[in-house]
């Protein structure tokens, strides 16, 4: 039998008592809608600044030992949100109540949530660890079962696609240009922010913009430890990022030659992506 966590023990008084007061269903369903979600907002914030140093206590220690189905049953009831509709066999990623985020494959075939889903997972919670205390890479990052990675959730984070032109300092150009050579510094290279020679943006870009920060995410596809020479031609393909940040942003900007493959470079990336 599982106990409670502790996050499901606040009561949604505020949003009750905000339903009462108004009078129109339409303004009473919104006027619930807000309240709930500043609710839930404070609520995470409480849970996040009582347990800061063991976000692990957020999780009922029976967890572990969960089956696979419990498990979504559990996440299921702890989810604010999906941050994307559910694509198998893609992750399934989550705003959880307790103010962090989670990546599952639950939502995938059996066997692909025991083999390749699993080791996606292990493996981007790995190259997280690597990545540990970089300014601009989400902390908090733990497996509280074998098929849950979670972090914390970046309230508010925007993905760069959707900022508009304008709103973003110059000073985010140079936080990018530090984050990608600290990540290189460790040993990884993310692989999924620099899809594009021509400045376009794929389907996201993996860079998110919160309280004036820059912060990258999602490593599922990012590569660590390769020869020397594999990884400078991959380093290149990180740094079309920031070739795509000042094209779409700061298109006065000079560009460094540094950030740009040569042209045997672009052969070689050409022919890695056709694999
Ligand atoms: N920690 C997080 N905080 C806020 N939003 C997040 C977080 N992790 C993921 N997201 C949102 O979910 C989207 C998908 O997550 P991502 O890790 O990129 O998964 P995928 O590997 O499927 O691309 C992101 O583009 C972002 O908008
Ligand atoms: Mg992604």
Redesign the pocket.
Known sequence: MMTAPRFCQVGNFEGYFCVKRNGKKGRRLNAKKQADSKQEQAQAEKIMAESKNDPKSFFPAELPRLGDSELKTYLDEHTVKL??GVEPP??T?R?LKCGL?S?DFLDCGEVYRATLGHWLLHREFNIYKRLEGIDGI?QHVFMPHKRVLC?????G?R?LKAVPVGELPHSALDQLCNLIEKIHSRGVIHF?IGHDSNGDYGR?T?I?WKDNKIYI??F??SICGSPKPLFELLAVHDRMAIVKVIRKFFPQEKIDPHWLPTPNQAKWLRFLRKL
Request: charged share 35%; net charge negative; glycine share 8%.
């Open positions: 941050l994307r893609r992750a990623l705003q985020a990546k989400v972090m914390d959730y970046l309230q984070g993905d999924d996201e993996n998110l995410i999602d599922a596809g």
